[in-house]
């Protein structure tokens, strides 16, 4: 059995940063393996005695988690046993594929980090964004859908953002509240620092919402 992980920078780790590696960029090669293994997926992964793959993206929307979804079950090896888990994001993203350069999320865009896609950033946010709310829910539906047909189990919460559930999906962890609200509340209550200074998860953080997690999986028998 192993993990199949999506989501945004908090399933993929930012800010996760091993204590003599802090003056590098997260994404270095040197820092992968921590962060893998300090993320929450990499801790529940170890809890529960499994193997995890990590094809979440910092800046990810859910548009994206749905198409990185899909590329994922399109060529997965159908003999193996996985259950799929997703930290779903914040509903007002967006993302554009480019066949040089892969996926482009308009948080690259905001911040002034990328140039591709301007354009068409600038358009959506004047006529499209207030549809997003729908994108997600269809992101959700879509993937629901192909675990359930397939008979893979799935875990999953929000991350980011909360949106609406119409589809009264099964196995959502915390549907009231997401991660980052978890934590800062939990971190208050228990006087605790729980995020990073960019807002993050660290590594406390992760740990501590794998307990809420992992005790709500067993007492659901997903895995």
């Not at 992968?32 to 929307?61: F, H, M, T």
């Not at 554009?96 to 896609?117: A, S, T, Y």
């Not at 893979?152 to 980052?180: C, D, E, R, W």
């Not at 208050?188 to 997690?213: C, I, Q, W």
């Amino acid at each position: 059995m192993k993990l199949i992980g999506f989501g945004c920078s908090f399933t993929y780790g930012s800010e996760l940063l091993t204590p003599e590696l802090e003056h590098i960029l997260h994404q270095k090669l040197e820092n992968i393996k921590y962060r893998e293994n300090k993320v929450w997926l990499g801790v529940l992964a170890k809890r529960l005695g499994l193997e995890a793959d990590n094809y979440s993206q910092p800046a990810c929307s859910n548009y994206a988690i749905q198409e990185i979804f899909a590329e994922w079950f399109n060529s997965r090896d159908v003999q193996e046993s996985v259950t799929v888990v997703i930290g779903w994001t914040n509903h007002m993203r967006n993302s554009w594929w480019h066949q040089e350069q892969g996926w482009i999320h308009d948080g690259f865009i905001r911040n002034q980090e990328q140039e591709l896609f301007k354009d068409s950033f600038r358009d959506w946010l004047k006529y499209s964004a207030k549809r997003n709310e729908r994108v997600t829910n269809n992101a959700k539906l879509f993937v629901n859908s192909v675990c359930k047909s397939h008979n893979i189990p799935i875990i999953q919460f929000n991350a980011l953002a909360n949106v609406t559930n119409s589809y009264q999906l099964s196995n959502y962890h915390q549907g009231n509240q997401n991660m980052k609200q978890v934590l800062e509340s939990e971190g208050a209550r228990l006087g605790k620092t729980f995020l990073a200074d960019g807002g993050h998860p660290n590594e406390s953080g992760h740990e501590y919402y794998v307990e809420m997690l992992y005790s709500w999986i067993k007492a659901k028998n997903i895995v």
